[in-house]
């Protein structure tokens, strides 16, 4: 069952920030998902010391039909790539963390950026769909492609 999510960012006083999700059932407009925030936040900010910097919110999507059934045997989410982009108006760069990449794409502390699928995802990110493009998590936009890094995460 798809669900909804409402996310909110809390500041502690060092500047620190710590995230809360509530799971919505989903279905619901945003105009009623930003009421029901509207309502919860109030509240979240009497039992909380931090002061609620953003709230977000994450639309349950349906998954289109094509994709595998069932995961690859013997490949665990921990190993994963991190893609890297530039992006305007920082000199930060924007990873993608993409958990449980598959091995066969790993060529020791890299990701095999040039192998069809990788640079398929890779431009996907940065060209977007023609409606829809990607950004970093400030609004900036992707401008260029770094690097593939695998990763590994407990």
Do not use: W
């Amino acid at each position: 069952m798809a669900v909804d999510i409402i996310s909110y960012a809390l500041e502690d006083f060092t500047g620190k920030r710590f995230n809360m999700r509530v799971f919505v059932d989903a279905g619901g407009t945003l105009a009623e998902l930003q009421a029901y925030s509207n309502a919860l936040i109030a509240d979240i900010d009497a039992v909380t010391a931090c002061r609620v910097v953003q709230a977000s919110v994450q639309k349950g999507l349906t998954l289109p039909g094509t994709l595998k059934a069932d995961a690859t045997d013997d490949m665990f989410g921990q190993l994963g790539a991190n893609l890297s982009f530039t992006a305007t108006g920082t000199a930060y760069r924007h990873t993608v963390r993409v958990p449980g990449v598959d091995e066969s794409l790993v060529e020791g502390e890299l990701i095999d950026v040039d192998d069809a699928l990788v640079v398929a995802l890779r431009t996907e990110i940065l060209s977007g769909d023609g409606t829809l493009e990607a950004s970093d998590a400030y609004g900036n936009d992707l401008l260029a492609f770094i690097e593939g890094k695998a990763t590994f995460h407990k």
